[in-house]
């Protein structure tokens, strides 16, 4: 088992800057790979940004690449999420997920893959 928390929504204005947090605990934390996600209502969950049990390999989605930045701190057991340059349509509620299992460089883009998630922060951008 591993448990998710996410921390640091809010709300922020156009252009601004937001720090996302979140703490897995359950496992040695090098052994699993994290993911950011996002969702809005009626919408389905979609994809951020992940890095690979090493930190070494990241992914973003499109929309937020050059923008935003994912990385992991495997002494604190923290993965972040530093979002800059921040838009309305970034508005969602963040998810953080774990993945067990995969190499050391693995990365993973899909919701199916992830093991475990948190329950979610509110990221509000206004115009």
């Known amino acids: 088992q591993v448990q998710v928390v996410e921390s640091g929504g809010g709300l922020v204005q156009a252009g601004g800057s937001l720090r996302l947090s979140c703490a897995a605990s359950?496992?040695?934390?090098?052994?699993?790979?994290m993911g950011w996600f996002r969702q809005t209502p009626g919408k389905e969950r979609e994809f951020v940004a992940t890095i690979s049990r090493s930190g070494g390999n990241v992914r973003y989605a499109d929309s937020v690449a050059g923008r935003f930045t994912i990385s992991r701190d495997n002494v604190k057991n923290t993965v972040y999420l530093q979002m800059n340059s921040l838009k309305p349509e970034d508005t969602a509620v963040y998810y953080c997920?774990?993945?067990?299992?995969?190499?050391?460089?693995?990365?993973?883009?899909?919701?199916?893959?992830?093991?475990?998630w948190g329950q979610g922060t509110q990221v509000t951008v206004s115009s």
């Open positions: 997920a774990a993945r067990i299992g995969g190499g050391d460089t693995a990365i993973w883009a899909r919701t199916g893959s992830y093991d475990y």
């Open positions: 359950g496992r040695t934390f090098s052994s699993v790979a």
